[in-house]
């Protein structure tokens, strides 16, 4: 089993700043990437960042500059460190783990959601 738990959602006055947190832990054999998503009420869900276990971060031009990700292998997390946060960025953020198990599987796993708010 793997579990996968995303953490740091809150709620930010715009041009503020956030850090999500992603940790996962059971049966791990290797975490290839480790990804963040956002889904807006009525949107569907995309992809803001993504970093996996050889290479570098990457990140879509929609949030660069504002957007890094970043990785601790030692602890099986990744981070989202958000700046200059816009009303538009108000969403649901999801971590995903393309995680290799201890029986050699090789799966997506998908953190609860943290909900991130952007208003003054």
């Known amino acids: 089993q793997v579990q996968v738990v995303d953490s740091g959602g809150g709620l930010v006055q715009p041009g503020g700043s956030l850090r999500l947190s992603c940790v996962v832990s059971?049966?791990?054999?290797?975490?290839?990437?480790m990804d963040w998503y956002r889904q807006a009420p009525g949107k569907e869900r995309e992809l803001v960042a993504t970093m996996r276990s050889t290479g570098g971060p990457n990140v879509p031009n929609s949030v660069k500059g504002r957007f890094t990700i970043s990785r601790d292998n030692t602890k099986n997390a990744a981070y989202l460190q958000m700046s200059n946060l816009k009303p538009e960025d108000t969403a649901v953020y999801y971590c995903k783990a393309d995680v290799q198990t201890e029986d050699w599987r090789r799966w997506d796993y998908w953190g609860q959601g943290t909900q991130v708010t952007v208003s003054s």
């Open positions: 059971g049966s791990i054999r290797s975490i290839y990437a």
